[in-house]
């Protein structure tokens, strides 16, 4: 039973350019968790999605950044015209009911220059 | 909002010593989350707890729910004990959703 997995582990991206980092969850696991951990500082709550729902979005920034976990396939947090202060790394962890223990991923690095 | 603080900052021990980490949060909490992540950046999720203690090879995880504190035990510490240890705390009813988390604890085993 294969972990979280998380790709690209690492991603550069140009100001002004899209980022798409994906996670996907344990077999079995329709609970998804994103958490951002910017340099120097703790991680951060961004959205928790099920199956095609978004169920809470409190972390989010409000403009560019957008999460999805369709039917099929992986969740999908998308960054659009990205500046150098999303530069950080993208956790997601996933869990097989909401108050069952969440496992992560190894997370994506991503760089803005 | 809840506010997460962890005790020590950084902590430097040597092999063999027995660990402690500490945490305390503000507001009640479903569930704590103690998380373990190595220089190489990945993220462990090494207890989940409500009540009482937990126990896992060398790790012994404990929490006071009317203190509002928790903490992190290592036995027999090893150099590959090294890591950065996060406590987080959910909200009441929550799980891994809305999770707020102290800052981490730098801890180096030295041989």
């Known amino acids: 039973n294969a972990g979280v997995m998380q790709n690209p582990r690492h991603l550069v991206r140009r100001r002004g350019q899209e980022a798409r980092l994906r996670c996907s969850p344990m077999?079995?696991?329709?609970?998804v968790y994103w958490y951002r951990q910017l340099p120097e500082e703790g991680l951060k709550f961004m959205v928790y999605l099920q199956k095609e729902n978004i169920i809470d979005e409190s972390g989010m920034p409000k403009e560019r950044f957008s999460a999805e976990f369709p039917k099929e396939g992986p969740s999908i947090l998308r960054i659009q015209q990205v500046v150098r202060g999303d530069s950080a790394a993208y956790f997601c962890a996933s869990s097989p009911a909401l108050q069952e223990r969440a496992f992560f991923g190894q997370g994506t690095r991503l760089t803005v220059v | 909002k809840n506010e997460v603080e962890q005790s020590p900052q950084n902590l430097t021990a040597q092999e063999g010593e027995f660990i402690t980490i500490n945490c305390s949060y503000s507001v009640g909490i479903s569930a704590l989350h103690w998380l373990q992540q190595h220089p190489g950046g990945g993220i462990v999720s090494l207890f989940m707890l409500s009540s009482g203690k937990k126990k896992h090879g060398r790790l012994i995880a404990t929490i006071n729910i009317q203190e509002k504190h928790s903490s992190l035990h290592i036995t027999a510490s090893h150099p590959r004990d090294s890591a950065v240890y996060i406590c987080?705390?959910?909200?009441?009813?929550?799980?891994?959703?809305?999770?707020?988390f102290g800052k981490g604890t730098h801890l180096i085993i030295q041989p």
């Open positions: 077999k079995g696991h329709s609970h």
């Open positions: 987080a705390v959910g909200p009441s009813g929550g799980g891994a959703d809305g999770l707020t």
